[in-house]
Structure formats: structure tokens, C-alpha cells
């Protein structure tokens, strides 16, 4: 309450019935600002109704925004297409029609926009009267403050999509009942509150392809349909954008949609949005777009590293193996470049100590970036001697412990297979993972995989090591 005390030799305190204090002397009261309408400001098309899976994190979002002694500010946070906008957005919806904000919702794209622009252009629809003479960070600070004494209760301030929180701070309201709520692929440090949003579980993402296509559909065709949730890593944009496809073309089969996946892979007309939808709100028009935004954020150490990962298979991998292959970036320059920009960008995830995995769709497009680089050649090269080492160690005779040793990197050394072509062709260097794969695997009496690299070996040396070895050759087949 504004007020002005003057007279001072008359001013006295009194205390009264209840301990009421009144005061003596020239007492005035300042002019109070009215009370206004508050501004609920949701965009309508960012939703989607066939919103799964996110019942907890919407709690856990609402528990990290409760606190009153200071202002609380949470952020959802997560890889691009995880769908912290669509969660944010939920939680708006949902708590203004609990009315948990009595003092209005304002939502603010950050990215691309002016923050104090937009948080006076809210101000000027609710009406203000702001003091004059004001700019900059004052008059977003005196547009919060008019907000908080002109209405009742707590309001909620969303920033959507933040790529740094230092462009913020200081736009920031000060008053608690003024609660901020972020949208980020940044994990952020103190005093931000982070909710890490993870894929779906396989189950919810299966319920949310089953409510786009229909239940008939997918349940005649339904390991199918989960085998498209698993290629799409559990995605939600993924998910969404493949269900509509599908929703869209009722004569086309689970099964052939899989197949255009794993041919076409990003490039597939499933993972754009339709064009009826393209130009509006929507965070992305496909998973490309998705990605790329984070790619651009990298320097060029970061994307090497990236596409050093994407060598590597679907699966976790031990750290020491990308040192090995990147052996002349300093160990800990390498460990920043991990830490500082791919996990904090939730572009690799860290599994359990010194151990890291790539979601598959990420993988996909670090290769498909990796494709025109220069050190390319280079990258495989590396990766391929890295894994042919480790084929080495593998005994003809294998023991329990020899299986235990390699067991986590026998899907990499499978995927090494791809590049051997780079080794030297002399010393059978091209020929050691297919011998060390069939090892494996035969020490285990898993005979059919053991016969399929046995196989694979002989094949690639006929194809490429004839001209060195053709009397070994001969008598092999023979």
C-alpha cells in the first residue's frame, strides 16, 4: 500500500481493541492502481489432443513451481522433438482451467523475439498505466510489478524455447507470486529447476501411435506397430508426425511404412508435417528441422565429435573407445567438449559411468551430416583400427572371461565391419573383426552367427584381397 505521513510532530502510534494500531498525525493514502482483468495468452494451435505419457512430469512440473519465498522458475528440458513445448502448453491449459493462476498465464517465444517487447505488448493489452520515462529492463520490471498489484493471486510467465538463460536473467520478474516457466534443450544450472524430459516409455508411445492411427489398425498389424515406435527411439514428434502420415493414408500397411523408413530414413515424407499444418505455431515442420537447430549451436570440435559417435552402433558405449578414436584431442578438451555441449544439449545421454548412448534418430542424422566432411576417411579409419585392436584380443579359443571383456563391444565391432575397406590391405588387418566376431560367437556354440561372419570374412576377401591371397583363397573355398 502506497502511502505519505506528514506532521511529524503530531505523528503518534496507538494500540487499540486486538491490538488494532492507529496512527496519529497527517496520514494520506497514494492512489492505488485498479484492479484488472487478467490476461490468459495460450496460443490455441501448439497442443495436440493426443497428448500420453506425460501424467508425472506434468506433477513433477507443478511441484518445482510451488515455491513462495521466492520466484520460482522451472524449466522442461530435453533433445529437440521430446516435446517440452507440447508439455509446457499442457500445464498452461490445464492450470488455467484449474484456475491455479488467478492473475494470468503469459506466453512468450524466445528464440527468434524481443522478450521486453513482448512482456510490454501483454501489459498494453491488459491495459496498464506504467510509469513514464521507462525503458529497458525497468519497464519490464515495472510491467511486473503492475501485473502482481493489479491482480490476485500467483501468475505464470512461459518462456518458450530458451537458448541461453543469461539472455533472460535480468527480464526475470522479482515478485514470487510471479512463477516462470521455461522451455529449453539446455540443461540450465542454479537458480533454475530442470525437469529432464525423457522419450516415452515404449507402452505410451504405443498408445499415442494407437489414438492417432486407431486402435483397428495397429491391432491388426501390432508387432509391427511397436516395432515403428522402437526405429523411432519413442520419440513423440516422431511418433506424431509418422502417425498422421499413416492416418492419412488408410490402404498403407504398418509394414511398408517401415520399410520407407529404413530406406529413406530422415529423408522420409512421413517425418514432415503435412502441409495443411506447416506455418503455424508448431515448434517444428519435420525431424530434420528439429535436429539442425541444435546442430547450428555446435563449433566444429563438437560436431566432430558428433559424427565420431554416430560411427559407433546403437548401443552404449564405453568412453575410452572414442578416445581411442580421436587420439589427438586432448582427453579433457574431449570430456568439455562431451559434457559442455552434447549432453548439456541433450544430444547424448549418459547411461552409467564413463558409458554414453546416442538416441538412434540422432545417430541417423549425425551420419547423414558426417557424410560430406572432410576428415571423414579419417573418422572411420580411426574407428575401424580402434575396434580391429579389440578383435585382436579375441582368442581362438574364447573363455568366460574373454566373453565378458568384449561382450559390450562386440555391437561396435559388428558395425566396424563397415569400414575395414580403409585398413591396410597387407597383414589381413581388413579381415580381423569378421575373424573375431565368428570367434565369439563360436565360443558360445551360437553357430549361426558364428557361420554368418565365418562367411562374411570369406566373402569380403574375395571381393577385396583376391589380387593378394589367391591361392589361400582358392584352397579355402576349395
Not at 5 to 10: D, F, H, V
Not at 227 to 241: A, D, H, K, N, V
Request: net charge negative; charged share 25%.
Amino acid at each position: 500500500m502506497n502511502q505519505h505521513n506528514s506532521g511529524g510532530e503530531n505523528f503518534q502510534t496507538q494500540t487499540g481493541k486486538d491490538n488494532t494500531n492507529f496512527f496519529g498525525g497527517v496520514h494520506h493514502h497514494g492512489p492505488q492502481p485498479e484492479k484488472l482483468a487478467p490476461l490468459y495468452d495460450i496460443p490455441a494451435d501448439l497442443g495436440s489432443e493426443n497428448f500420453v505419457g506425460r501424467e508425472d512430469d506434468l506433477a513433477r512440473l507443478h511441484e518445482l513451481l510451488q515455491d513462495s519465498n521466492r520466484v520460482a522458475i522451472a524449466a522442461a528440458t530435453g533433445m529437440g522433438g521430446v516435446g517440452k513445448t507440447e508439455l509446457a502448453w499442457q500445464y498452461a491449459v490445464r492450470h488455467r482451467d484449474l484456475d491455479s493462476y488467478p492473475a494470468g498465464i503469459w506466453w512468450l517465444y524466445v528464440r527468434e523475439q524481443n522478450l521486453a517487447v513482448q512482456v510490454l505488448g501483454k501489459a498494453q493489452r491488459m491495459q496498464m498505466k506504467l510509469p513514464e520515462g521507462l525503458d529497458g529492463e525497468a519497464l519490464v520490471q515495472a510491467c511486473y510489478e503492475h501485473w502482481a498489484k493489479t491482480t490476485e493471486g500467483n501468475g505464470l510467465l512461459v518462456l518458450d524455447d530458451l537458448p541461453d538463460y543469461a539472455r533472460v536473467r535480468e527480464l526475470l520478474p522479482q515478485n514470487p507470486r510471479l512463477k516462470v516457466l521455461m522451455t529449453s534443450r539446455v540443461e540450465f544450472g542454479s537458480p533454475v529447476r530442470c525437469l529432464a524430459l525423457k522419450v516415452l516409455r515404449p507402452e505410451k508411445a504405443l498408445e499415442l501411435l494407437q489414438k492417432i492411427v486407431g486402435l483397428e489398425r495397429t491391432g491388426a498389424e501390432l508387432a509391427e506397430a511397436e516395432t515403428l515406435c522402437s526405429w523411432l527411439g519413442y520419440l513423440p514428434l516422431g511418433i506424431e508426425l509418422v502417425g498422421r502420415y499413416l492416418a492419412a493414408k488408410s490402404d498403407l500397411t504398418l509394414s511398408e511404412m517401415q520399410r520407407r523408413l529404413e530406406q529413406q530414413k530422415l529423408d522420409a515424407r512421413a517425418l514432415k508435417l503435412p502441409e495443411e499444418l506447416q506455418g503455424k505455431a508448431r515448434p517444428y515442420e519435420n525431424l530434420n528441422a528439429a535436429f539442425e537447430l541444435s546442430w547450428q549451436t555446435l563449433p566444429e570440435s563438437a560436431r566432430q565429435l558428433a559424427c565420431c559417435l554416430s560411427l559407433f552402433a546403437l548401443a552404449p558405449i564405453d568412453w575410452s573407445l572414442v578416445q581411442s578414436c580421436l587420439p589427438d584431442c586432448d582427453p579433457e578438451t574431449l570430456e568439455d567438449l562431451r559434457d559442455n555441449w552434447l549432453i548439456k544439449l541433450h544430444l547424448l545421454e549418459r547411461t552409467q559411468a564413463n558409458t554414453y548412448q546416442l538416441h538412434q534418430l540422432l545417430r541417423q542424422f549425425f551420419a547423414a551430416q558426417c557424410v560430406n566432411r572432410a576428415d571423414i576417411t579419417t573418422l572411420q579409419t580411426a574407428f575401424a583400427t580402434t575396434l580391429t585392436e579389440i578383435a585382436k584380443t579375441i582368442p581362438q579359443t574364447v573363455t568366460l572371461s574373454d566373453i565378458a571383456r568384449v561382450k559390450d563391444r562386440i555391437p561396435h565391432l559388428e558395425a566396424a565391419t563397415e569400414y575395414v575397406r580403409h585398413l591396410p590391405e597387407d597383414d589381413f588387418a581388413q579381415l580381423w573383426s569378421f575373424t573375431g566376431l565368428a570367434r565369439f560367437y563360436q565360443g558360445q556354440s551360437l553357430w549361426q552367427s558364428a557361420e554368418q561372419w565365418s562367411k562374411a570374412c570369406l566373402t569380403y576377401a574375395e571381393q577385396h584381397l583376391a589380387r593378394l591371397y589367391p591361392s589361400r583363397l582358392r584352397s579355402t573355398r576349395g
